[in-house]
T-cell receptor
Framework: EDKVVQSPLSLVVHEGDTVTLNCSYEVTNFRSLLWYKQEKKAPTFLFML????IEKKSGRLSSILDKKELFSILNITATQTGDSAVYLC??????????????FGQGTILTVHP | NAGVTQTPKFQVLKTGQSMTLQCAQDMNHNSMYWYRQDPGMGLRLIYY?????TTDKGEVPNGYNVSRLNKREFSLRLESAAPSQTSVYFCASSEWGQGALNEQFFGPGTRLTVL
């Protein structure tokens, strides 16, 4: 059974701080690792990392994938109050009947104080 | 484009009542999914439909049924609601096949309370 574990489960920081969110995984046939941001409602897509793309960056957010050690990190620099959200990590399976499915971690609740 | 839409947004049921959650997508995606989200447990897959005409169980299917009505619509039915089904339900859709890389697009969610 595929498994995704995120840490920490919650984090409180002040504006301007840098944060690192962790995601470790076990998956039978790895295809991709995705990061989502969830504010009040639906998760919104941030990054996808695959064997051919193990590092992504968008503005203050960046992510890397370590396929050997089976983990990913999401970095947010110069945090703002608008970064307050739940950050979800998910892995995609490429094998058999699991093809296309995502397994999600528990999420990390990030709170950024002014 | 509306993306993924869900109805209703909120629902309160009594134990034993039935209801159907509706989901539709206008992105011409082949695959659709139903998740539930409970505090501290992330998103758990209830059922999914890889393509029109097929449905499969996910991680937590007990107490639910689904119907893939056509390529656009995927409904989730609770036949006899239980308090343990109190949750926020999300529908999602994605491409499918060798060219797809699992990115899923989510609807706004339905908050269901079973008393």
């Amino acid at each position: 059974e595929d498994k995704v574990v995120q840490s920490p489960l919650s984090l409180v920081v002040h504006e301007g701080d840098t944060v690192t969110l962790n995601c470790s995984y076990e998956v039978t046939n790895f295809r991709s690792l995705l990061w989502y941001k969830q504010e009040k409602k639906a998760p919104t897509f941030l990054f996808m990392l695959t064997s051919s793309g193990i590092e992504k960056k968008s503005g203050r957010l960046s992510s890397i994938l370590d396929k050997k050690e089976l983990f990913s990190i999401l970095n947010i620099t110069a945090t703002q109050t608008g970064d307050s959200a739940v950050y979800l990590c998910a892995v995609g399976n490429a094998g058999g009947t699991s093809y296309g499915k995502l397994t999600f971690g528990q999420g990390t609740i990030l709170t950024v104080h002014p | 484009n509306a993306g993924v839409t869900q109805t209703p947004k909120f629902q309160v049921l009594k134990t034993g009542q039935s209801m159907t959650l509706q989901c539709a997508q206008d992105m011409n995606h082949n695959s659709m999914y139903w998740y539930r989200q409970d505090p501290g447990m992330g998103l758990r897959l209830i059922y999914y439909s890889a393509s029109e005409g097929t449905t499969d169980k996910g991680e937590v299917p007990n107490g639910y049924n689904v119907s893939r009505l056509n390529k656009r619509e995927f409904s989730l039915r609770l036949e006899s609601a239980a308090p343990s089904q109190t949750s926020v339900y999300f529908c999602a859709s994605s491409e499918w096949g060798q060219g797809a890389l699992n990115e899923q697009f989510f609807g706004p969610g339905t908050r269901l309370t079973v008393l």
